[in-house]
């Protein structure tokens, strides 16, 4: 799988990165609000396990699924080093063949964070497999990369790099890692999403990360202006929650509940 090349570096590059770690955390400060100690949810696309852990650390049980079998080894090394096996159970789950998921289990929830939701297009079949696996009254949380991220276009224009600045518009973008391995990646607007979700699912609400904060791959432009990047938090919280920067995000976090 793709983001095996990837794995053994991804703490390393972003989780443990300073910025990564800050918009961890209005993640997870999102995740305290929708899950309580007792609940079992559903995590998509857990990469190294950093969420599915801190939640296990506040007595939430998870179900950390990825499609790649180094991502969940990696969580699966950390789980057990922090004796917390009892709330986390790791099992591979592909996005793009969820007819192969064979567990019964019906969670209190489900999330995903920091764009595994973009390595689909069956939209529609996420809502059916979810519909099949979660209680009445779950809610859900998705970290989605935008179909618009004010940083990346305004950056990558003004280096007249037009071709990254607009990437996002295409409907889907081949993606290559250094290794040579390849995959596509969709950016769903909010209402697409929607589209797919509804009737069964009500929007609770969306907020923008990474709206005044960098896109990982350009990280370096603030870390090397400690004022600036402040300056960046904080407008990145006052104005994350509102239109328009709710979308114009690296990645947007959509709340729904499935009714
Ligand atoms: C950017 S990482 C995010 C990881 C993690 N959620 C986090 O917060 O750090 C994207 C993750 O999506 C997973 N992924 C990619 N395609 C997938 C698919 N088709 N089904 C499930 N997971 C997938 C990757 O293996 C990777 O772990």
Redesign the pocket.
């Known amino acids: ?3 095996d090349v990837v ?1 053994a570096n ?1 703490d390393q590059e ?2 443990q990165h300073p910025i990564g770690l800050w918009l ?1 955390q209005r993640i997870q400060a999102r995740l305290a609000q929708l899950f309580s100690a007792g609940d079992v949810v559903l ?6 396990g ?2 599915a852990i801190w939640l296990a650390q506040r007595g939430i049980k998870v179900v950390a ?4 079998p180094m ?1 969940l080894e990696i969580t699966q090394r950390k789980v057990s080093s922090l004796g917390l096996d009892d709330f986390v159970t790791c099992r591979l ?4 063949q969820l007819p192969l998921w064979k567990e019964s289990l019906r969670f209190n929830g489900v999330f ?5 939701i973009n ?2 297009e069956r939209y529609s079949d996420l809502a059916d497999f979810l519909m099949r696996h979660l209680q009445s009254g779950a809610k859900l949380g998705f ?1 989605v990369m935008s179909p618009f991220c004010l940083w990346e276009s305004v950056w990558h224009s003004l280096h007249l790099d037009f071709k990254t600045a607009f990437r996002r518009l295409k409907k889907q973008q081949l993606v290559t890692f250094a290794d040579g391995t390849q ?1 596509l990646v969709y950016y769903p607007s909010v209402k697409r999403l929607m589209n797919a979700f509804m009737p069964h699912f009500k929007k609770l609400g969306v907020m923008g990360l990474g709206v005044w904060v960098p896109p990982s791959d350009i990280f370096g432009v603030l870390e090397r202006h400690p004022r600036l990047l402040r300056l960046s938090y904080w407008l990145e919280r006052q104005t994350a929650a509102y239109w328009p920067f709710r979308t114009w995000a690296d990645h947007y976090w959509l709340e729904m509940a499935y009714v």
């Open positions: 799988m793709s983001f794995a991804y972003f989780t961890r995590e998509i696309g857990c990469g190294t950093e969420d699924t990825d499609a790649s991502m789950l592909d996005l793009n995903s964070n920091f764009g595994p390595c689909t970290g995959f």
